[in-house]
């Protein structure tokens, strides 16, 4: 079966029934956020899952018919009527402890409609002596009743045996009876899309996509779960991760909302590249240059988008613009030197296609770095230039210089670069600056950080890793 036409399991149900929690039991991992508090995820999240014979995408969706004080129900009801109507199988989600809600009963009534692909799973069945707490919602009327536990992992060999039939019955052959002719399909570039609340990171992925799949409001911190979104453009494959809004620390005013900044940071650990989106019509903030910082100290891959860019001075021709920008932000716009600078507008869905080009520079450049004979002559050159400086009485020498191979590297290796020098201690920051600085002004290597690793001839105990 191709990636491409995967099925589809979306998981619905009223506010904290569990199912971001059977949703990471049955993914694999933590990837909904999973709090008492109602009304946590909002967004349709999704992740590619394989359970027997079958490979599908799940999705979780926002808690519906939620009374909300922030004004999301309506949106959250149409994320998961969306989810609905284009799943092959719903697994409907209440709680068995609670019995049967109002809300339950009212999105019965819908969900019977789409007969034949829902399962009703009665949560929170924890232990045999509640099991007689699920015959209750046989009044519901759908005829797939399982009581689970996802806190437990009970049932849940029978919950994916469940899935499995209902997926056999639709998809003809299975994922391991595909047909062996067909290209493995090559492994999706990973973009985290980062920044601050607000800046647009929802919107970008809404216009990359051209769909509404992300909630977008103008309220800070609406996206509270780093999301994965698979997608394709000329035939390569991504994984989109709209992250939440990472906010000071001291400005983290709830556990979600740590919680979810925490995922955040960690997406950007896992990505193979990052889009840091700043809000162009702002400008440059402290909080933009602590989130490069994070970037930065990951070595990640990295381009710098500057969203709402047709809010800023929109009368003035484009390059103009431009202009004005680098020079009214002077040295702002070089906290990440490595990462090019796009300006687009996610709302009005321009220059979105100069976001990928600039994805396709930086793979070619991770694709091509500089071979060991002209790293050695450039390094000669910066060193015949300015010589080390004298440090302790000695001076630094640099004896030879290699490209450091990563037979595991992901679909945008960083080129590291092994120098093999008299004491590593001898290397200043300054001076590894501009020896990188040289090295890029022949080889840019634009998107990419520059990686030395520092190995010592003499003392071992001075090797250390230096970026």
């Not at 809600?101 to 034949?116: F, S």
């Given at each position: 079966?191709?990636?491409?036409?995967?099925?589809?399991?979306?998981?619905?149900?009223?506010?904290?029934?569990?199912?971001?929690?059977?949703?990471?039991?049955?993914?694999?991992?933590?990837?909904?956020?999973?709090?008492?508090?109602?009304?946590?995820?909002?967004?349709?999240?999704?992740?590619?899952?394989?359970?027997?014979?079958?490979?599908?995408?799940?999705?979780?969706?926002?808690?519906?018919?939620?009374?909300?004080?922030?004004?999301?129900?309506?949106?959250?009801?149409?994320?998961?009527?969306?989810?609905?109507?284009?799943?092959?199988?719903?697994?409907?989600?209440?709680?068995?402890?609670?019995?049967?809600?109002?809300?339950?009963?009212?999105?019965?009534?819908?969900?019977?409609?789409?007969?034949?692909?829902?399962?009703?799973?009665?949560?929170?069945?924890?232990?045999?002596?509640?099991?007689?707490?699920?015959?209750?919602?046989?009044?519901?009327?759908?005829?797939?009743?399982?009581?689970?536990?996802?806190?437990?992992?009970?049932?849940?060999?029978?919950?994916?045996?469940?899935?499995?039939?209902?997926?056999?019955?639709?998809?003809?052959?299975?994922?391991?009876?595909?047909?062996?002719?067909?290209e493995e399909e090559e492994a999706p570039v990973k973009i985290a899309i980062v920044g601050r609340p607000n800046v647009g990171k929802s919107s970008l992925i809404n216009a990359i996509l051209n769909d509404e799949r992300s909630i977008v409001s103008d309220v800070a911190?609406?996206?509270?779960?780093?999301?994965?979104?698979?997608?394709?453009?000329?035939?390569?494959?991504?994984?989109?991760?709209?992250?939440?809004?990472?906010?000071?620390?001291?400005?983290?005013?709830?556990?979600?909302?740590?919680?979810?900044?925490?995922?955040?940071?960690?997406?950007?650990?896992?990505?193979?590249?990052?889009?840091?989106?700043?809000?162009?019509?702002?400008?440059?903030?402290?909080?933009?240059?602590?989130?490069?910082?994070?970037?930065?100290?990951?070595?990640?891959?990295?381009?710098v988008l500057l969203n709402k860019f047709d809010l800023y001075h929109p009368d003035a021709h484009f390059q103009d613009r431009i202009d004005q920008f680098r020079e009214e932000l002077g040295d702002d716009l070089f906290f990440l030197p490595y990462a090019p600078k796009v300006a687009i507008s996610a709302k009005e869905r321009q220059y979105i296609t100069k976001i990928f080009d600039s994805i396709d520079g930086v793979i070619e450049a991770a694709e091509n770095p500089v071979s060991t004979g002209i790293l050695n002559r450039l390094l000669q050159t910066a060193i015949e230039r300015n010589p080390p400086p004298v440090r302790q009485n000695k001076r630094l020498k640099i004896l030879y210089a290699t490209q450091k191979r990563d037979d595991k590297a992901g679909p945008v290796p960083v080129p590291e670069y092994m120098l093999f020098v008299n004491y590593a201690n001898l290397l200043t920051r300054t001076y590894e600056r501009f020896l990188e600085n040289q090295i890029r002004k022949e080889y840019p290597m634009e998107g990419l950080p520059f990686v030395f690793r520092v190995k010592s001839r003499t003392l071992r105990k001075d090797a250390k890793d230096r970026r």
């Open positions: 079966m191709s990636r491409k036409h995967l099925p589809s399991v979306a998981i619905v149900g009223r506010p904290n029934v569990g199912k971001s929690a059977i949703f990471n039991r049955l993914a694999g991992r933590r990837i909904a956020i999973v709090h008492d508090q109602p009304g946590v995820t909002r967004d349709r999240i999704a992740a590619e899952c394989t359970r027997g014979r079958f490979t599908f995408e799940l999705t979780d969706t926002g808690g519906i018919g939620a009374v909300l004080n922030d004004g999301f129900a309506e949106q959250v009801r149409t994320e998961a009527d969306i989810a609905i109507h284009s799943a092959d199988l719903i697994l409907f989600v209440v709680d068995a402890r609670e019995g049967i809600h109002p809300i339950d009963q009212e999105l019965a009534k819908v969900l019977r409609k789409e007969e034949g692909k829902v399962l009703l799973l009665a949560n929170k069945v924890d232990t045999e002596k509640t099991d007689n707490e699920v015959s209750e919602f046989t009044r519901l009327g759908f005829n797939d009743l399982l009581g689970i536990s996802a806190a437990h992992g009970r049932n849940f060999d029978q919950l994916e045996g469940a899935i499995e039939d209902h997926l056999a019955s639709i998809y003809v052959p299975p994922r391991d009876q595909g047909d062996a002719s067909e911190g609406t996206t509270r779960d780093a999301v994965d979104v698979p997608y394709r453009r000329n035939k390569k494959p991504y994984t989109l991760i709209d992250t939440a809004g990472i906010r000071p620390k001291t400005k983290r005013d709830t556990s979600v909302e740590v919680f979810s900044v925490m995922r955040s940071e960690r997406s950007i650990r896992r990505a193979d590249l990052c889009l840091l989106v700043i809000d162009a019509s702002s400008g440059v903030v402290s909080q933009d240059r602590r989130i490069a910082k994070m970037v930065l100290d990951e070595n990640k891959p990295c381009i």
